[in-house]
């Protein structure tokens, strides 16, 4: 949600800016702008809509400096256009700011600086925090002024300020949303996301919340928000510009599907013996504490959430452990019960959703202790958490999530594979098959994927519908809301819903009218009689029935409209294999539909405010 970068150094500010804003494209946004030092004064270009429309008015009307910032906006306070666009100005024109996250507090800051006659030009909440460091400005040096506006502040922030009264430098400060800073040679940037860097370097420093950074073409000095110094290393990530672009591949979706057998293979590398599991030194201690916990509550969002209940399925068949799942945006605020007892597994790719985040922080001020199973290394919720179960997906640009759902998956096999040992739950002879069945799940994603023509042609088919129901039991209930999810968020021309079958009868099949298509998920489980069962009810509606079921099962043709099959596993993988079909079918009916699959309208790849 809204992109951030700042440069200073040698190259061309617009292009270098605007290379890396491109590359933070998939995190949502409707407006663009940049601020440029041009050795006399800022200069500002800002533009409603796509990147490429800043672009082309900065071709026709070029800006030149070696300092500056820039921003896509997602819109929260005010209409995206070009007036509420990123930066904002004070009254002189002297600074320049844009910002990430939501200032709560910004309507009696703005009615206060009004009443001192400063003059607001846009409706946004973050125009405040620009005037106000101008306030402080007129009695305090920069860095000072810029520190005590921030302290005035309450809410989510990650802010980069320039001034023409100080060209050598530009600030950053985070607090709720994410910033980090790469360090590449005679030249610095500042950053919402490790993509927008990596093409200029792969040294990174990550800011922690109430935390400013100075940077400079030296590097950065960090300190706390009361002054004091921080030190703290880079970080050098492996992830290289290549993994970030999409080689080919018509979206970046389309591309992250195709890679789930690499990130898959990467989340059990190093993890996954054939004989046992083992994770690293932290983690293995803190599995051995959670091993004897008697509770387990699971946090995400989305998809994470998703990943989450089927976790549940897994850990309490298999591992004998109870586990409630929660949305992270319910959890904190519904007054959970938690204490030292208490262990929560945050699931997120990015690491900074903001409600996640907030039940981290929540589960933690109450004693519980905190495993996260994420993707990006160093993000907020990583650091945060007690021990981290990195899924290794590489970057994932699209906004609907794939291959970081399906490594998440994963870790959650070796997770209650690990437990389940632990707890002596597991018998010798499923500990052996289960850990052979995951060392095949890479190859067995990568057959699905060869599905890919007979997938898209069932998706061409039922493209010109506006519904869609999807269908599971058991491990596959969640696939089923996984899949709706997808299709619903890529193409916001259909409304699509997932339910355990078993509730269709409960409300749901009212609606099934002749041709509406419902996506079943039929793969081998000792519930899949009763998913027949399901699939006639719909069919005695004449509804459509797209059915994925398991290779070599041929009597499930005679109950469906279209098959598509997928090769056989046993049920605790399936959810990881029938994600394919899943979103290879919701990407081909959106493809069908022109629809914009990598930035769906009003989504955010990272929803860092609440
Ligand atoms: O980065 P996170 O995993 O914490 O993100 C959580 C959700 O915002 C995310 O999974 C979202 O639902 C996806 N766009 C769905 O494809």
Redesign the pocket.
């Known amino acids: 949600m809204c992109g951030i970068v700042g440069y200073i150094g040698k190259a061309p500010v617009v292009s270098t800016v605007l290379d890396s804003l491109s590359r933070l494209e998939y995190r949502g946004y409707d407006s663009a702008g940049i601020a440029v030092f041009n050795g006399r004064g800022i200069q500002v270009r800002k533009r409603a809509g796509k990147l490429k429309e800043l672009a082309s008015s900065l071709k026709r009307q070029p800006l030149e400096g070696r300092l500056g910032v820039g921003h896509t906006r997602w819109a929260t306070h005010g209409e995206p256009s070009e007036l509420n666009a990123h930066p904002h100005r004070d009254c002189t024109g002297e600074l320049a700011l844009v910002h990430n996250g939501i200032i709560e507090n910004y309507a009696e800051l703005k009615s206060e600086l009004l009443g001192r006659g400063h003059r607001f030009r846009s409706q946004t909440d973050t125009e405040v925090i620009v005037h106000l460091i101008e306030e402080h400005a007129k009695q305090l040096p920069l860095p000072e002024a810029f520190r005590r506006a921030l302290k005035e502040l309450r809410g989510s922030y990650a802010v980069c300020l320039i001034a023409a009264s100080d060209p050598s430098r530009l600030y950053g400060a985070r607090c709720g949303s994410p910033l980090i800073v790469g360090l590449g040679r005679g030249e610095t940037l500042l950053a919402s996301d490790v993509p927008a860097v990596l093409s200029r370097t792969r040294r990174v420093l990550y800011l922690n919340d109430q935390e400013i950074a100075e940077i400079s073409v030296e590097g950065a000095r960090v300190t706390t928000l009361e002054g004091k110094p921080v030190v703290r290393k880079p970080v050098v990530v492996d992830w290289d510009v290549a993994s970030a672009q999409k080689d080919g591949h018509a979206h970046f979706m389309l591309k992250e599907i195709h890679e789930q057998p690499a990130a898959i293979e990467q989340t059990l590398t190093g993890r996954l013996g054939h004989a046992q599991i083992t994770f690293d030194r932290r983690t293995s201690a803190f599995l051995k504490e959670l091993s004897r916990t008697e509770r387990l509550i699971i946090l995400?969002?989305?998809?994470?959430?998703h990943a989450g209940l089927v976790g549940e399925y897994m850990l309490e068949e298999v591992a004998r452990l109870p586990v409630d799942v929660d949305l992270a945006s319910e959890f904190r605020y519904r007054g959970a019960m938690l204490d030292r007892d208490t262990t929560v597994v945050a699931?997120?790719?990015?690491?900074?959703?903001a409600d996640?985040l907030a039940g981290v922080k929540l589960a933690k001020e109450h004693g519980a202790k905190v495993l996260a199973i994420c993707n990006v290394m160093g993000s907020s919720i990583a650091r945060q958490a007690d021990a981290v179960l990195y899924t290794h997906a590489g970057p994932e640009i699209a906004?609907?999530?794939t291959k970081?759902?399906t490594s998440q998956l994963t870790a959650l096999c070796l997770l209650t594979l690990a437990l389940g040992k632990l707890r002596g739950a597991i018998p010798a002879a499923q500990w052996r098959r289960h850990l052979a069945g995951l060392q095949a799940v890479p190859g067995l994603v990568r057959n699905a994927l060869r599905a890919e023509p007979a997938i898209k042609q069932a998706a061409r088919r039922y493209a010109s519908a506006r519904n869609f129901y999807y269908l599971g039991r058991r491990y596959n209930y969640p696939s089923a809301l996984e899949g709706a999810?997808?299709l619903k968020?890529i193409c916001p021309l259909i409304h699509a819903e997932g339910y355990a079958a078993g509730e269709m009868k409960h409300g749901p099949i009212s609606l099934i009218r002749p041709g509406w298509p419902v996506v079943f998920l039929a793969t081998g489980s000792p519930v899949y009689e009763k998913i027949v069962s399901n699939i006639e009810e719909v069919r005695a509606r004449k509804g459509a029935c797209i059915v994925i079921a398991s290779e070599g099962d041929r009597a499930i043709r005679r109950h469906a409209d279209a098959v598509i099959s997928v090769p056989k596993t046993e049920e605790f993988f399936s959810p990881i294999v029938n994600a394919v079909p899943l979103q290879l079918f919701a990407y081909h009916v959106a493809r069908a539909n022109k629809c914009d699959i990598d930035q769906p309208p009003n989504?955010a790849?990272?929803?860092t405010v609440e």
């Open positions: 995400g969002c989305g998809t994470a959430y699931i997120t790719q990015s690491g900074e959703t996640t906004v609907a999530s970081a759902y999810l997808k968020e989504l790849k990272s929803v």
